[in-house]
């Protein structure tokens, strides 16, 4: 089955800088690419997603971008708000949704 | 508020024991989505049902089950809980079987098995 990496574990930047997280995937017949957000005790929210036939997608602050040949997608987040703190997840489908683990960004005031 | 609803809110239980988790979709969403999150596993999708019928499935053990019923909510059932079955199990809703539908998550069940 797929296999989803996510990279780094944990993220500490400076308010106003960006943030980039990172996850690979292993199937290469996966063709959906959503990112998740949790804030500390809260349920995960969609924030950004991107279709294997799409190379970059951009929301405001939030950008998604996708290299199918490396079979890697990162997300970015630029102009960092505390508000931004919280859990990040990334997940690849192929018949059925596999996620990665999971970093914990943490926005400096 | 997502308009996803899960009770219980919290389940105590002992192992070997039974439960059953109850979700209720967003008004007019057909399909239901089970995911466990546990500190060890991460977030897993266990079950996907559109409209009454099993859709997809992911890593739920043959101990667990679920069911989607004519009003679309839905139940998911644990037996012979063990300790590792401690999670926080939330469902989603969306609107069709689509897989690119935005989901929406409940609150979320926290099991503790003791």
């Known amino acids: 089955g797929e296999n989803v990496e996510q990279h780094p574990s944990t993220l500490s930047v400076q308010e106003g800088d960006s943030a980039v997280i990172k996850c690979t995937y292993s199937?290469?017949?996966?063709?959906?690419f959503p990112w998740y957000k949790q804030e500390l005790g809260k349920r995960p929210q969609l924030i950004i997603d991107?279709?294997?036939?799409?190379g970059e997608k951009k929301d405001q602050r939030i950008a998604v971008t996708l290299n199918k040949t490396a079979k890697h997608f990162s997300l970015h987040i630029t102009e960092t708000q505390p508000e931004d703190s919280a859990v990040y997840f990334c997940?690849?489908?192929?018949?059925?949704?596999?996620f990665g683990s999971g970093t914990k960004l943490n926005v400096k005031p | 508020d997502s308009g996803v609803t899960q009770t219980p809110k919290h389940l105590i239980t002992a192992t070997g024991q039974r439960v059953t988790l109850r979700c209720s979709p967003r008004?007019?969403?057909?399909?239901v989505y089970w995911y466990q999150q546990s500190l060890d596993q991460g977030l897993q999708f266990l079950i996907q049902?559109?409209?009454?019928?099993?859709?997809a499935k992911g890593n739920i053990l043959e101990r667990f089950s679920a069911q989607q019923f004519p009003d679309l909510h839905s139940e998911l059932n644990l037996s012979s809980l063990e300790l590792g079955d401690s999670a926080l199990y939330f469902c989603?809703?969306?609107?069709?079987?689509?897989?690119?539908?935005?989901?929406?998550f409940g609150p979320g069940t926290r099991l503790t098995v003791l």
């Open positions: 989603a809703s969306s609107s069709s079987g689509r897989f690119t539908d935005t989901q929406y």
């Open positions: 199937d290469s017949a996966s063709n959906y």
């Open positions: 991107i279709r294997s036939n799409v």
């Open positions: 997940a690849a489908y192929f018949n059925k949704f596999y």
């Open positions: 008004s007019g969403d057909l399909s």
């Open positions: 049902y559109y409209n009454g019928e099993e859709r």
